[in-house]
């Protein structure tokens, strides 16, 4: 073991008794689920079930959403092996309470502090971890290993941030890097940076570019639809603060009322959404308080957990959000997936910043299925003429389907590449 992961491993051995008091602390900010606290402490909520377990684990909402497929995938070819599933932060809890199948577990991960790992591991005992991303938690793999658990890290983004800060102790980042028996990057950037660590790259996957449409309830669907009536719907998806009023003041240069529907990143910015839309005099309804838009609702705020997959569905256009921040003053948010309007066939439209999405944005954009603008200013120019005409905007959402479809075919690679970590199937 190198110094460092020995200092680090002594450092979090010595802090751990005050885990307890910091996790009590968090919970009454919201940021904890206090019902289940304990499992950051490796404390089980649950039996294991006999037999083999597979570990899944991603820290927040993005990369538990784009460990779903693999889930999927566990259950399809390897009913056999229990799934259990991790994740760090109370939201991706309660989306995965809605989105994962029967017979997968959640817990939340463990801290990583010696004993809260040890315990977390002895109860579990997985025959394969999978971690997603960039989780490279020192404790956590090195326990792992030292258990003989086979461990993969996929769909691995590595920024040049993380990587400058583990160059910085080379002999730790060969230690954990070279603990996973596979490395699948999302990019050769990604890639690169891995190799320079130390680490061995078995293959590009990115999971955020696997999996089908966001799910919806059809009745709800139904009923929204009525409620709005024939007026055309323009989404403006996972937006960010400042967004939603520079889209609101740009889309009041269309000359057709419509229907705008905003769907914030976080919900818990409904009010705050609210009280700009009431200080500017705009007609709206919340969805959080169990209003449903009618003939004189301009603006939907739908300020909801999960049910982004209903609103793409009701829109004839959607606006990307988190793309719009380098020109409006704020930090940059790197944009968010363009193909989820893309797989349900969603003529959309994004700002400049696509960093977290660049490669998949070109893409889209080259092949005529996403339109990408300098500033909210320039939507109305864009939309309007999707708006007058359907089948052109119908025809741009067929384009985005088909790239969608292009991009997602990493899922049958990752599986392949797994295949000879997992024990055989009746062992």
Not at 37 to 42: A, I, N, P, T
Not at 205 to 234: E, M, Q, Y
Not at 283 to 311: H, Q, W
Not at 388 to 404: H, I
Request: charged fraction near 20%; aromatic fraction near 4%.
């Amino acid at each position: 073991m190198s110094l460092a992961l020995a200092a680090y491993r002594l450092l979090t051995g010595m802090l751990e008794p005050l885990a307890p008091r910091l996790l009590d602390a968090r919970a009454k900010q919201g940021k904890e689920d206090p019902r289940r606290v304990d499992e950051r402490l490796g404390i089980a909520s649950l039996a294991r079930p006999a037999g083999h377990l597979v570990w899944l684990h991603g820290v927040s909402v993005g990369e538990t959403l784009s460990l779903l497929p693999v889930v999927e995938q566990f259950a399809k070819g390897r009913p056999d092996l229990t799934v259990l599933v991790t994740s760090g932060t109370v939201t991706s809890a309660e989306l995965l309470a809605q989105r994962l199948p029967a017979g997968v577990i959640h817990q939340f991960a463990p801290i990583d502090a010696p004993g809260a790992v040890a315990a977390f591991l002895d109860h579990w005992q997985p025959t394969l971890g999978v971690f997603v991303e960039s989780e490279l938690w020192p404790n956590l793999i090195q326990a792992a290993r030292r258990r003989g658990v086979p461990l993969a890290l996929v769909s691995a983004r590595i920024t040049e941030k993380t990587a400058e800060g583990w160059a910085r102790f080379p002999g730790a980042a060969r230690t954990i890097v070279g603990g996973f028996d596979r490395i699948l990057p999302q990019d050769s950037v990604s890639a690169d940076r891995i190799r320079s660590l130390g680490g061995r790259v078995d293959g590009l996957v990115n999971l955020k570019l696997a999996g089908g449409p966001l799910p919806h309830d059809a009745a709800a669907f139904t009923a929204l639809s009525a409620a709005i009536g024939h007026r055309p719907v323009v989404v403006a998806a996972s937006t960010h603060d400042g967004e939603e009023i520079a889209i609101v003041r740009a889309l009041d240069r269309l000359t057709e009322r419509l229907c705008l529907i905003l769907v914030p990143r976080h919900p818990e910015r409904g009010a705050e959404i609210a009280t700009a839309l009431t200080r500017d005099g705009y007609r709206f309804a919340l969805r959080s308080r169990g209003t449903t838009p009618n003939a004189e609702t301009d603006i939907y705020v739908a300020d909801t957990l999960g049910e982004l997959g209903l609103f793409l569905r009701l829109a004839d256009v959607v606006v990307m959000g988190g793309s719009f921040g380098s020109v409006l003053g704020r930090e940059p948010w790197g944009g968010h997936n363009p193909l989820e309007p893309a797989r349900l066939g969603k003529a959309a439209v994004a700002g400049p910043d696509a960093a977290n999405w660049r490669e998949v944005t070109e893409a889209l954009t080259a092949a005529g299925g996403l339109a990408v603008v300098a500033s909210p200013g320039d939507l109305p120019n864009v939309i309007a003429p999707l708006l007058n005409d359907p089948a052109a905007a119908k025809a741009m959402g067929e384009r985005a389907r088909r790239g969608a479809a292009d991009a997602g075919a990493g899922l049958d690679r990752l599986w392949e590449t797994l295949q000879p970590l997992l024990p055989g199937a009746g062992r």
